[in-house]
């Protein structure tokens, strides 16, 4: 968790790993028209393993080259939601995914969202981030492009489908669990352990 900007080590705006989540946050809409228009699955699955390769590179390249931002710490999980939201709006439209998917992930994010107006009472400008949430995440990253590739019947598809499902399972689980994680830590703070204490002795 950051109270106002403590995590960046700079102000710069013109970074790589800047540069890499801009890319992302074009894609997005580039991975939607591929999926929903020409229907280019293999095109759009493409577009989604660089989006994966490119989260990655972005935190790497951001610690390694000391390059972490202000604005870098927005764009990144901006750009992961926006990356999970289209994702699951577009291959729900294509009926690839169920509706439970299509809800279940957006719902975790908007409960989260709701926290953000009592953090910023406390002085803090996002939620806590640990490694569940981010396992969560790549898990979901491997997941989609699998599940889009699956779409179909031949011996491919169908190994596609079963590892997509298999990595789909494990990431909505630890991500509603991380959701879990945060929304308690979230609560700590807002709530400190000597105001319980005093109040359970009350």
């Known amino acids: 968790m950051s109270r106002h900007a403590d995590e960046a080590d700079s102000g710069d705006v013109l970074t790589i790993p800047n540069a890499l989540s801009v890319l992302r946050l074009v894609l997005i809409p580039v991975f939607l028209w591929l999926v929903l228009g020409p229907r280019a699955d293999g095109l759009a699955a493409a577009v989604l393993m660089f989006l994966g390769v490119s989260d990655y590179l972005d935190g790497y390249l951001a610690r390694r080259l000391r390059q972490t931002s202000v604005l870098g710490a927005i764009l990144d999980p901006v750009a992961d939601r926006l990356y999970i939201l289209a994702v699951v709006v577009g291959l729900g439209l294509r009926e690839i995914i169920p509706l439970w998917l299509v809800v279940a992930l957006p719902l975790r994010d908007v409960l989260l ?39 179909g019947d031949s011996t491919l598809a169908v190994a596609c489908r079963v590892l997509g499902w298999a990595f789909a399972l494990w990431g909505v689980g630890m991500y509603w669990w991380a959701g879990v994680l945060y929304a308690w830590q979230v609560r700590r703070l807002l709530v400190p352990e000597d105001a319980e204490v005093r109040v359970g002795h009350g």
């Open 113 to 151: 969202w709701l926290l953000v107006p009592f953090l910023r009472r406390k002085g803090y400008t996002a939620l806590p981030v640990h490694f569940l949430g981010k396992a969560a995440t790549a898990a979901l990253l491997y997941a989609f492009p699998l599940l889009l590739l699956g779409a």
